[in-house]
Every structure is written in C-alpha cells, then in structure tokens.
Nanobody, 124 residues
Framework: QVELVESGGGLVQAGGSLRLSCAAS????????MGWFRQASGTEREFVAL?????????????ADSVKGRFTISRVNGNDKNTVYLQMNSLKPEDTAVYYC????????????WGQGTQVTVSS
C-alpha cells in the first residue's frame, strides 16, 4: 500500500526557512516523479516543484515561478522507502498554505498519489 507522509510544517516569520519532508513507502519510487503542491485557503491546489530521474545520478527539477530561487526540491531513494524534501527559504506570507506531497508513476496510465498535507504559516 502506497503511503506519503509529510512533515516539517509550522509557523515561521517572513524571511525565515522551513524544510518539508515527505516519506514515501509501499513500493520503489525511483522512477516516479515526486513533487509538492500547495493549497491556500479559498484557492485551488497549485504546483510548487517536482523532481524526477533523468539519467545516471542526474535528476530533473522544475519550479513554479513564484518559488524559483527560494525553494529547493531534493530526494533520497531507498529500496522500499524514499524521501522527498522541500527546502523553503526567504518565506513570504503568500507562501502560507497546506503543502501536499505528490507521487506520479511513470508511463501511460499514470497513477497519482497524495499525502495528507502539512500546514505552513508565514507571519508578516
């Protein structure tokens, strides 16, 4: 059974930093695209960042324009457990949201998995 468990959220002042973690278990996620989305109150869920294997030890990353240069996504792969991180620096009040971890299987007919979310609140 696939399980994504986020942690690391909390309350931080503007300009501060947080690191979110997502522990993914239940299968081998090496070939999966892993990512983060967020949803602020009253808005739709939006893309934040993703990371997927490219070749050898190289991973491709992509970021939303609103977080480029401030957030960094990374991952550690294991046989039966993988962890995805989101390092968030120079946080702004508009980064306040519930952050969700996401995993998408490769190929045609991809399956998408979601975590339960972790709250990030940035005070001004």
């Amino acid at each position: 059974q696939v399980e994504l468990v986020e942690s690391g959220g909390g309350l931080v002042q503007a300009g501060g930093s947080l690191r979110l973690s997502c522990a993914a278990s239940g299968r081998t996620f090496t070939s999966y695209t892993m990512g983060w989305f967020r949803q602020a109150s009253g808005t739709e869920r939006e893309f934040v960042a993703l990371i997927r294997w490219s070749s050898g030890s190289i991973y491709y990353t992509e970021y939303a324009d609103s977080v480029k240069g401030r957030f960094t996504i990374s991952r550690v792969n294991g046989n039966d457990k993988n962890t995805v991180y989101l390092q968030m620096n120079s946080l702004k009040p508009e980064d306040t949201a519930v952050y969700y971890c996401n995993a998408v299987s490769p190929g045609v007919g991809a399956t998408r998995y979601w975590g339960q979310g972790t709250q990030v609140t940035v005070s001004s």
